[in-house]
């Protein structure tokens, strides 16, 4: 066989092998959600879909399956937690590129990694022997007369923490990546480094800032034990920052092992999974679509 041939028959060997990787992809999420449906059918032909997102009221064992306080709290408690976690990823990954030396990211790279690598129960713990604590006894009694600690606050502080390695590690690739003539044409029509950041830096990478913190709400809307741990786990809407709240994997790590003991309570878990397999997909489709529209917008 010439070399030429060879390099063809590779090339299409290499490519046959993608699409087939790629495929499989696709089938395990095929796969996952007509899983999930299957398992969710008993209840979907025993209740009405809207009544089981719209109800509140969640009581098992008098047929009672209400998710919407269980999907109000996951979205709580995610968005708190971007909320706190991108503005200090956003400055941390800033002055790590822009400002400081490179002895400082030699010493921050590798605890990025071990904050990355910690197992969340040990998040959950912090959070339980010194958030918990904090609130109830400390900032909680500023603003409510009693809070037990274990609340929506403590939940999005824990699982913004554990985003915030994820996400600085993202922007510090996204920054690096922008190309050192930029910054030296800004400087050179006067601007200043902040200025630079701003307008050159932060517009140059918006896409990908973008594309980071989806990937970091993906993370932490399937977060489930250091969540449980923290968030008090009471049924209901939350309407502060100190009330409890109780977000869907917690629900289905709390109860999995009852479901044993009534068939539709089973039903009810594997629909309460594939509803957060629906928010995180649907979340991110339309991510996928703004990205879009932002990176036509911010083309330089």
Known sequence: MSLLKRRVAEDKAARWVMVVLTTMSLFALVAIAIGLLYKSLPILRTYPLWNLLSDTDWSPFRGKFGFKSF??????????????????????ALFLTERSRPIMKKVIFPILDILAGIPSVVYGLWGTLIIVPWIADSFGPRFVEYTSGYTLLAGGIVLSVMIVPLLVSLFIELFSAVPEELREAAASLGA??????????????CPGIIAAIVLAVSKAFGETLAVLMVCGNMVGIPESLFDSAYPLPALIANNYGEMLSLPIYESALMFAALILFVI???????????????????KL
Request: proline share 2%.
């Open 71 to 92: 999907i109000l709290s996951s979205i709580y408690v995610t968005g708190l937690a971007v909320v706190i976690a991108v503005p200090i990823s956003l400055l941390t």
């Open 192 to 205: 200043t480094r902040w200025q630079t950041s701003r307008m050159v830096v932060l517009r140059k990478t």
């Open 280 to 298: 995180i997909l649907v979340f991110n489709a339309i991510s996928r679509m703004v990205l879009q529209r932002v990176e036509k917008q911010f």
